[in-house]
């Protein structure tokens, strides 16, 4: 019995050397895909998020819907098609994209946290003037796919010092036209506008592989130079995560994770234990 509780101890003791570390720490955490699919997980991703509220970090969520917003499309009988990993978008799709984005997914990630005990405050990046966007540089092939031209986080900053912000990630540009926009990029963004000290991406594999095929292929660990090189090689989803990734690092956050969201509390164990889990990319 006694073993047992030291054993508790010795994960708390663990814990304190990062504790210390990210106390008023601002960690980005992109949130999405595997992590939000389950019940358990996605009540696991909100008491993980709060209890980093606790003990004194300042997380900032940003989430994307990809697949309720593929649930909902085909329930409304649409088309949905993908351009490298990127979801092609008329303005009916961005119509339906907000609103599942705002309507469902943000408002039950916030839910989730109010409920486990910090009140989290949601909003897209057309509230507080957050994002200003432009048309991807593939609009042609994409649509009304934006890329984030200008993060303006005075918004964030003020929610933050009372609250946990929850971004969605859609947005406008200057005419007033909504623009989807890719999760991660953003998620990038963010990080880089906030001077993030973490940017963590929480995905559906366990990192970056060398080889998508090959699950043990994790890449542990890599400099921005090594992830650029290796860009041109990427395609699907894992594409515009390590470009933002990129993004963060060059815009001076310290360093950038991709994890496994499949793993049941990913996020406390990638920043409060030595396990050392998923792909870190640093400068
Ligand atoms: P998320 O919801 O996390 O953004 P995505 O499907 O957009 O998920 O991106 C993750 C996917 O990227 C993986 O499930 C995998 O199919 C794909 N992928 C393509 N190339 C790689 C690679 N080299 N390493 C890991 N995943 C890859
Ligand atoms: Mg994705």
Known sequence: ????????VATLLEALPYIREFHGKTVVIKYGGAAMGEESLREGFATDVVLLKYVGLNPVIVHGGGPDITTYMERLGMEVRFHEGVRVSDPATVEVAKMVLLGKVNADIVNRLNRHGQPAVGLSGEDGALFDIRPHEQSA????V????RVDVDVLNHIAEDYIPVVASAGAD??????????????GKVAAALGAYKAIFLTDVSGWLEDPSEPDSRVSR?????????????GGGMRPK?????????GNVGSAH?????RPHSLLLELFTDAGIGTMVTG
């Open 1 to 8: 019995m006694t073993e047992v509780f030291q054993e508790r």
């Open 141 to 144: 092939e994409v649509g009304f």
């Open 146 to 149: 934006g890329d984030i031209e």
């Open 174 to 187: 200057r005419e007033g036209n909504s623009y989807n926009v890719n999760a991660d990029t953003a998620a």
């Open 222 to 234: 890599a400099t921005v130079d090594e992830v650029s090189a290796g860009l041109a090689e990427v």
């Open 242 to 250: 390590l470009e933002a990734c990129v993004e963060a690092i060059r």
């Open 258 to 262: 991709i994890v496994d969201g499949r």
